[in-house]
């Protein structure tokens, strides 16, 4: 059950990425393009999801998920390198591409090579991540 429900919550995502225009790649440019032909449509996708989730926040504390395990708990704002690198590559890949992790998987059947080398791409940095990560950390802990 758990896993169907998990299928559908992915299918409602990506029928809402699609919808919202967020899988077409010159729409997403055009939202980054302030100084050019700007498209601010992306910030109603942005808030019609940032809404909902804060609201979802508030509602889920104290209680437990139907099909049992717990909600995570809301990480502690720190700001580390981790999370600036991890930011910056993330913009980058958005803004050079106009494409993030779930689009790209959202447009793999319908993007053709460019959305594929992209996804491969994603897909290896994820895999070179961690071992970025703990020598990153061995530097620090070591200054």
């Given at each position: 059950?758990?896993?169907?429900?998990?299928?559908?919550?992915?299918?409602?995502?990506?029928?809402?990425l699609?919808?919202?225009?967020?899988t077409?790649?010159?729409?997403?440019?055009?939202?980054?393009?302030?100084?050019?032909?700007?498209?601010?449509?992306?910030?109603?996708?942005?808030?019609?999801?940032?809404l909902?989730?804060?609201?979802?926040?508030?509602?889920?504390?104290?209680?437990?998920?139907?099909?049992?395990?717990?909600?995570?708990?809301?990480?502690?704002?720190?700001?580390?390198?981790?999370?600036?690198?991890?930011?910056?590559?993330?913009?980058?890949?958005?803004?050079?591409?106009?494409?993030?992790?779930?689009?790209?998987?959202?447009?793999?059947?319908?993007?053709?090579?460019?959305?594929?080398?992209f996804?491969?791409?994603?897909?290896?940095?994820?895999?070179?991540?961690?071992?970025?990560?703990?020598?990153?950390?061995?530097?620090?802990?070591?200054?």
């Amino acid at each position: 059950m758990r896993n169907l429900l998990a299928a559908l919550a992915g299918g409602l995502f990506g029928t809402g990425l699609l919808l919202s225009g967020m899988t077409d790649t010159k729409k997403v440019q055009g939202w980054l393009d302030v100084f050019g032909a700007w498209d601010p449509t992306l910030a109603f996708v942005m808030g019609g999801a940032i809404l909902p989730m804060a609201v979802a926040w508030v509602l889920a504390k104290g209680r437990r998920p139907l099909l049992g395990g717990s909600f995570p708990e809301r990480s502690a704002p720190k700001l580390g390198h981790n999370l600036v690198v991890g930011s910056v590559l993330f913009g980058m890949g958005w803004g050079l591409v106009g494409l993030c992790p779930g689009p790209a998987l959202a447009s793999l059947s319908f993007g053709g090579p460019p959305v594929w080398i992209f996804t491969l791409a994603m897909l290896g940095g994820m895999i070179l991540a961690p071992a970025v990560r703990t020598r990153l950390d061995a530097a620090t802990a070591a200054a």
